[in-house]
């Protein structure tokens, strides 16, 4: 038995100078994060969002009607095979940028299948899509999945819920959702008031609070308060500025913060120098929030989940810093900079990530704009 060092930690948001922690070896860092970032919202197989130069859309109905894409999504979710690996991807992508929980949506087989692949992985909440619309699952054939893989998953490493894709494209599923997600115990996502304000909406479609399950709305753009409508909110700065110029104007109601995009992006681990600068707030509120904020909102446990670096929290808010060792679950997942069980480094995997990008353009083209 041995001790890690450092110089400083942030455990929790809070800065702690000249920490000591048991580990199986002595070892000696500048800092740690403790737990280390969780990324609230993330879709593994997106690999195309639809930007344009110039274009600013005014809300995620207007963007996703008008966007122009390479990729038929509908076929790429059809192929398993790809799919997974997207997923595969995204997982190694987050551990090497110490991200040691991460919310998942998409087709959920696909992702399940691509986490189990790894024995380096992160803390996974898979949250399926449900939507009326080409492509997508249903509530039904979510359970079903579910039934099949439960004995792959438990509660301390992943957890099955549901996300529905918005109100208006799902609005009338979110009923089915949430008694789904009450059988598994889980949480319902949604993508909610992402340019247009929509709580009052929600509360016309299900009703007051309480709910039959816990409901994470992701976005949350308009100045409204998502507690009083009894729902947490996961804010996506990166992606919200991609596409609208601006981001939620308030970090109050905030409890997590997602990518949408982790293998354009990066996860939040990758680019916390963004989330921070989007907010004129303290940036201790902000880790806190991209940290232990995104396990509290999903109800996941934490213990033995930490992000250790060569640099200073000034070096990890600057942009860059890669981890040398990450843990989940006490486990080393990340040692050196390297994946441990398969060796790469973060480079190697987004040299990786362009190949599979590249193959599912190739694969899956789309010649018009269709969703």
Known sequence: MGYIEAAEAVIYGRRVENVRIPFSRDEYYDLLIIPGFSDGHAHPQVVDAGLEPGVVWRDSYEWI???????????LRAD???????????FKRAILEGTTLIAVTGRLEANIRGWLSLSSRPRTVFLPTVMRRRGWATTETIAGIASRYSKYLNDVMARIGVFVHSIRYGGDMIRGALEL???LESVVGIHISEGVR???????????????SRIVGVHCLEDEDPQAHGIACIS????????YRRTRPTINGVSGFGSDWPLLVGTIGGHINVVVDAFNVDPFVVLRKATIGGYLTYGMRHGGDMAAYDGGIEDLLGGGLRPRLVTVGGKPVVVEGRIASTG????????????ALREAVEAHPLARPVY
């Open 65 to 75: 009607e008008g966007r122009r894409l390479r990729v038929d999504e509908a076929s």
């Open 80 to 90: 398993l095979g790809l799919s997974s690996r997207l997923a595969m991807l995204t």
């Open 181 to 183: 997600a009450r059988d």
């Open 198 to 212: 929509e709580m009052d909406l929600l509360d016309e479609y299900i009703g007051p609070p309480p709910y039959p």
């Open 236 to 243: 996506c700065p990166y992606s919200n500025m991609l596409l």
């Open 344 to 355: 790469e480094d973060l480079d190697e995997v987004l040299r990786g990530i362009r190949e």
